[in-house]
């Protein structure tokens, strides 16, 4: 496709509401699967260090 301006670009034909959104919706899901790894990581070191401490004072 040949595009004479940015907001003919952004537009697509008149389908860029549809083309935008499943690249923001792609973008967010391979965010997702990205933080969530590392946060779930990060709650279980915590508590296994918190149970290694109650079981250190028992």
């Given amino acids: 496709m040949n595009f004479n301006s940015f907001s003919e ?4 034909g008149n389908h860029g509401i549809y083309v ?9 899901i391979l965010l997702l699967n990205v933080v969530l790894p590392l946060l779930t990581r ?11 401490r109650r ?3 028992q």
Avoid at 42 to 52: F, G, M, S, V
């Fill in 9 to 12: 670009f952004l537009a697509m």
């Fill in 20 to 28: 935008w959104s499943s690249y923001g919706i792609s973008g967010a």
């Fill in 42 to 52: 990060q709650r279980y070191l915590k508590n296994e260090a918190r149970r290694l």
């Fill in 55 to 57: 079981e250190a004072q």
